[in-house]
Structure formats: structure tokens, C-alpha cells
Nanobody
């Protein structure tokens, strides 16, 4: 059973930065395309960014140029560096494969507010 543990969220002012990290149990991590997703109150979960088994990345238009996804196949982690945060980035952030195939973790709350 793969477990996903997200961390690094918090309260930040508009224009600030946060770095999220996702730890994935199990040795199969390196075979999957990984993604970060988010769900804002009253909205459906949406894809934010993905990274292939190598280094190819893809981003939602709303975060392009502000967020950077990366992965460490040796450590079984996938990170999301978020810069120039906006109030509309407020959401619970999750990681999973792309498309999602594993049970969701608890996520990490990101709140952007002055």
C-alpha cells in the first residue's frame, strides 16, 4: 500500500513563497508520472503541475511561471516550489500519480492572505 504524506503548507501573504514536499512510500515511485493537485473550498480538485519519470514538466496555466515541480527518485519525494502566491492559490494541496491512481493523502493547507 503506497502512502502519500504532504507537508510544507501554511499561511503566507500575497507575493510570498512556500515549498511543498510529498513523501511517497514504496519503491515504485520512480516508475510513475507524479503530480500536484489542489482543491479550493467549494471547487473540484484540479491538477497544478506534473513531472515525468525524467524531468519533463507541465503546469496549469494559472500557475505557469510561478510554480516549479521537481522530484528526487532516490528519496521518493516530489516538491512544489510556489512563488508569487496569490489569494486564489488558497487550497489544500495533494500529490498523486498523473492520472491519480493511489489513495489520496491528507494534503497540506496553503492559505494566501494578508
Amino acid at each position: 500500500q503506497v502512502q502519500l504524506v504532504e507537508s510544507g503548507g501554511g499561511l503566507v501573504q500575497p507575493g510570498g513563497s512556500l515549498r511543498l514536499s510529498c513523501a511517497v512510500s514504496g519503491s515504485i515511485f520512480r516508475f510513475y508520472v507524479m503530480g500536484w493537485y489542489r482543491q479550493a473550498p467549494g471547487k473540484q480538485r484540479e491538477m497544478v503541475a506534473t513531472v515525468t519519470r525524467g524531468t519533463s514538466t507541465n503546469y496549469a496555466d494559472s500557475v505557469k511561471g510561478r510554480f516549479t515541480i521537481s522530484r528526487d527518485n532516490a528519496k521518493n519525494t516530489v516538491d512544489l516550489q510556489m512563488n508569487s502566491l496569490k489569494p486564489e492559490d488558497t487550497a489544500i494541496y495533494y500529490c498523486n500519480t498523473n492520472p491519480p491512481t493511489w489513495s489520496w493523502g491528507q494534503g497540506t493547507q496553503v492559505t494566501v492572505s494578508s
